[in-house]
């Protein structure tokens, strides 16, 4: 297998994630290989990834002599060599998946951001605050707008990469049981998510782990 995938820890490693389920959500073959970003080995194996990768992180693509080292292009790439199904053809559609793209690139504006991906898989889960759980509104308003104009099952009608980038949001979210009843779009769109045969399978291994404690929670 010339297509190799570097990704993290299961439960820490949310953008690896991301990667990983574009590739199998579009049945690219590709050999994974876990790093553990776990101190205090995160920084001596992130050290060795910097020897292929520019960004010295995960997730990492190898394919042949290429390397891809951002997530967003390793969706896109997938999207490209698979079946090129998780881009719309309309070009003003595909704009809008890329501007979902870009804002969780960019952190979603702030949004909860004491609410790590970590903290999901916690045995003793905090309440969210009144703020967190404002921001939370403040997102579920925004996806029960989109799967309503769309009028499908997922935001832009067909699953889309837009979907998939937020999967890790929404689990670290909904794994502290915000009020959604208002948003039923949005509640029914999120266990469609959960349920789909990929992301079980990262879950089912991620919640297997120890839990990554961190501070500030």
């Given at each position: 297998?010339?297509?190799i995938l570097y990704t993290g820890t299961k439960n820490a490693?949310?953008?690896a994630f991301r990667a990983w389920l574009s590739l199998r959500e579009l049945d690219v073959e590709f050999e994974e290989r876990v790093v553990d970003i776990r101190t205090p080995q995160r920084f001596e194996n992130l050290q060795r990834i910097?020897?292929?990768?520019?960004?010295?992180s995960v997730p990492v693509l190898i394919d042949g002599n290429s390397v891809i080292f951002d997530s967003l292009a390793i969706m896109?790439?997938?999207n490209e060599i698979g079946t090129g199904s998780l881009l719309p053809s309309d070009?003003?559609?595909?704009a809008r998946v890329r501007s979902f793209l870009s804002w969780q690139h960019a952190g979603l504006s702030g949004l909860c951001p004491r609410l790590s991906f970590e903290s999901a898989f916690y045995p003793d889960k905090r309440d969210m605050t009144t703020d967190e759980q404002k921001d939370a509104d403040r997102l579920f308003s925004i996806w029960e707008n989109e799967l309503e104009s769309s009028s499908g099952?997922?935001?832009c009608g067909a699953l889309s990469l837009a979907d998939l980038v937020f999967v890790p949001t929404i689990i670290r979210i909904?794994?502290?049981?915000?009020?959604?009843?208002?948003?039923?779009l949005t509640q029914q769109w999120i266990?469609?998510?959960?349920?789909?045969?990929?992301?079980?399978e990262w879950m089912s291994t991620a919640r297997s782990l120890p839990p990554v404690i961190l501070e500030d929670y």
């Open positions: 297998m010339s297509r490693s949310s953008w910097g020897e292929i990768s520019p960004s010295a896109e790439y997938a070009p003003l559609s595909k099952s997922y935001l909904y794994a502290h049981s915000p009020q959604i009843a208002t948003w039923p266990k469609r998510l959960l349920a789909r045969e990929s992301v079980e």
